[in-house]
């Protein structure tokens, strides 16, 4: 009896070390709210300079990029900190929403829409045509960081004549007199309205990343491997 007594301890033992990374997980799963949703790949995400909200910065930017082209984006006019944030969301929207897996219950309409606009954009700022969006995003949101600093200089020089045409300070200038610009107007509404849209029926981001406090993602400085 004594012997069955002292190998209870011994199978008890065994049986935690065997379940213990099994509740770990669960633990994880559940007691975390899901982290990874709340925290990518850090090689993933975009500048968080290009979102106002840290704590959920796809639906920030998505709202922002709403909010800059309101009115076909005449709050931007004389504002080149503000255009180059503009641009540089849009930018991102346009590539991220067609190839990025957090935004695949976006409609394809939605990316559609938002490649016309960023067509039409890149007319208005010079923009090359052939140039990756990833570098693109990165030169704006650079561009804006200099301008929020006071240095129009750095700014200038984030403007790469590679990416932009001419570049430099022609194209600084170009920031603050983008004149209207209503294809981004419209692309940028129908991703805010679809967005609500899919909030309301819990399918943004998987029905997970829709309850309270779960955030879609914080994102860190730099752009992934998602097709931009």
């Given amino acids: 009896m004594r012997r069955e007594a002292s190998s ?21 799963l559940v007691g975390g709210g899901c982290a990874e949703l ?15 909200d840290p704590g959920d910065p796809l639906r ?22 503000e255009a180059a944030l503009a641009a540089a969301r849009l930018e991102y929207l346009a590539a991220a929403v067609p190839s990025d897996p957090r935004f695949a219950p976006m409609p394809a309409s939605v990316g559609f829409a938002l490649l016309t606009a960023r067509a039409e954009l890149r007319s208005a700022l010079g923009t090359r045509t052939e140039a990756p969006p990833r570098p693109v995003i990165v030169a704006l949101a650079e561009a804006a960081r200099a301008l929020g600093a006071g240095d129009p200089a750095a700014a200038a020089r984030a403007l790469s004549p590679a990416l932009f045409e001419p570049g430099g300070a ?50 860190t400085i730099g752009l992934g491997d998602a097709g931009y």
Wanted: no cysteine; hydrophobic share 45%; aromatic share 4%.
């Fill in 170 to 219: 022609a194209t600084l200038q170009r920031l603050g007199e983008l004149g209207p610009l209503p294809a981004a107007m419209l692309a940028a509404q129908q991703a805010a309205r679809e967005m609500a849209r899919l909030d309301a029926d819990q399918r943004w981001f998987g029905t997970a990343a829709t309850e309270p406090g779960v955030s879609a993602g914080q994102t």
């Fill in 38 to 52: 709340r925290t990518p790949p850090q090689d993933r995400g975009l500048p968080l300079l290009l979102s106002p």
């Fill in 60 to 81: 920030g930017t998505v709202r922002a990029a709403a909010s800059d082209f309101a009115e076909s984006g005449r709050a931007l006019a004389g504002r080149p900190r």
């Fill in 8 to 28: 209870a301890p011994s199978r008890h033992r065994i049986a935690f070390a065997v379940l213990a990374p099994l509740f770990a997980v669960a633990a994880l």
